[in-house]
């Protein structure tokens, strides 16, 4: 009877065993349950935030469509307000020199180029005549000094520099006085002299009194009297030469040295407009039944009632000459032109 117990056991062992197993299979099925269930509330609760952020997403890119919108339509009146000040100006440019033009008076030749304008006029008074020629650099390099010759210590008519450069404009320049130097006439400069942004001699402040006028790079008339070397930098010269005295500065009459007031003499001039338009004059004088010349306080008034705001007295009486596409205007007080240490000439 044991053994027929045992030997059932043993048979039925196998069906025990598998039946622990199927048990241990269900509960841990029951286990896996949570799992999948959370997993799928997680997969939910994803598909919420994935929703809301896509909302976010077009949210953010209809305020990006809107600020788009926002910046073009700002765009558009910032160019159309631009577009109506650099009309305005303009206007305002057109209106200025109307108004210098008409101060001027007809115009007796011109020339027009890429590097600049030139405009000739007229000048008669009660007792002297001259040249004005306005001139709007639109390329500084067009403006420049030039030494006679090209070389220190020589001398040169106007018409000879202008003629060499083939300059269409040109006007003597700065001071200068000669000396005897190795048994030869030698031109001394005064004050100082740049060519090309460069001093051509070391820097020179004697006697103290002598301006430097010319223009700075972008064709700027520039001025002042320099007592150091500083001074004279600081301005960033391109072109200039020196004399004596500034007539008009910032619109207003500097005072002239008593020396300077009274005495009336051929006139060389330049100086500028409040639009940076340079201005070039010369005035003859020392001829009774032509002109007498003019007093630099007289000269003074004249250049306000022509709008002048920046003027400086260049090298007069016998080296004051103007030429023009060709030709000397003015009627040089020696009865013919007299050479110079160095000349402004403007090129075609």
Same mark, same amino acid.
């Given at each position: 009877m044991f053994k027929l117990n045992v030997f059932m056991a043993f048979l039925a062992a196998p069906?025990? /065993? %598998?039946?622990?197993?199927?048990?241990?299979?269900v509960e841990e099925s029951r286990l896996l349950q949570f799992p999948a269930a959370a997993l799928e509330e997680g997969a939910v609760?994803?598909?919420?935030?994935?929703?809301?952020?896509?909302?976010s997403i077009g949210d953010l #890119?209809?305020?990006?469509?809107?600020? &788009?919108?926002?910046?073009?339509?700002?765009?558009?009146s910032l160019s159309a307000l631009t577009e109506k000040s650099v009309s305005h100006r303009k206007l305002s440019n057109d209106i200025y020199e109307q108004k210098i033009l008409e101060m001027l008076g007809p115009t007796v030749s011109a020339h027009i180029s890429?590097?600049?304008? +030139?405009? +000739? @006029?007229?000048?008669?008074? %009660? #007792?002297?005549? $001259?040249? +004005?020629?306005?001139?709007?650099?639109?390329?500084?390099?067009? @403006?420049? &000094?030039?030494?006679?010759?090209?070389? %220190? $210590?020589?001398?040169e008519t106007t018409s000879e520099a202008a003629k060499r450069t083939g300059a269409m404009l040109a006007i003597n320049g700065g001071g200068f006085y000669t000396e005897i130097r190795n048994g030869q006439t030698y031109a001394q400069m005064i004050g100082n002299t740049v060519i090309d942004g460069k001093l051509v001699e070391p820097f020179n402040g004697y006697p103290g009194d002598l301006f430097? /006028? #010319?223009?700075?790079?972008?064709?700027?008339? +520039?001025?002042?009297?320099?007592?150091?070397?500083?001074?004279?930098?600081?301005?960033?010269?391109?072109? $200039? &030469?020196s004399f004596i005295p500034v007539l008009l500065k910032d619109g207003k009459k500097v005072e002239i040295p008593e020396k300077w007031k009274t005495t009336k003499q051929?006139?060389?001039?330049?100086?500028?407009?409040?639009n940076d338009d340079l201005i070039m004059i010369v005035i003859d004088g020392r001829q009774g039944d032509w002109s007498v010349g003019v007093t630099l306080e007289h000269l003074q008034d004249k250049l306000l009632e022509l709008g002048v705001k920046e003027a400086y007295n260049l090298d007069g009486g016998g080296?004051?000459?103007?030429?023009? !596409?060709?030709?000397?205007? !003015?009627?040089?007080?020696? #009865?013919?032109?007299?050479? &110079?240490?160095? !000349?402004?000439?403007?090129?075609p």
């Open positions: 069906f025990l /065993a %598998l039946f622990l197993v199927c048990s241990d299979f609760m994803l598909q919420q935030e994935t929703e809301i952020l896509r909302q #890119g209809m305020l990006a469509r809107t600020q &788009v919108d926002i910046f073009s339509e700002q765009y558009e890429d590097n600049n304008e +030139i405009k +000739i @006029f007229k000048l008669a008074e %009660l #007792g002297y005549r $001259g040249f +004005i020629a306005k001139v709007k650099l639109f390329e500084p390099k067009s @403006f420049r &000094v030039v030494l006679a010759q090209d070389t %220190l $210590g020589k001398l430097f /006028a #010319g223009i700075n790079k972008k064709g700027q008339v +520039i001025g002042t009297v320099p007592k150091t070397e500083k001074d004279l930098t600081a301005l960033k010269p391109y072109q $200039g &030469v051929p006139r060389t001039i330049i100086g500028k407009y409040a080296s004051s000459t103007m030429y023009f !596409n060709g030709v000397v205007l !003015n009627r040089p007080s020696d #009865g013919k032109e007299r050479p &110079v240490v160095n !000349n402004i000439i403007v090129l």
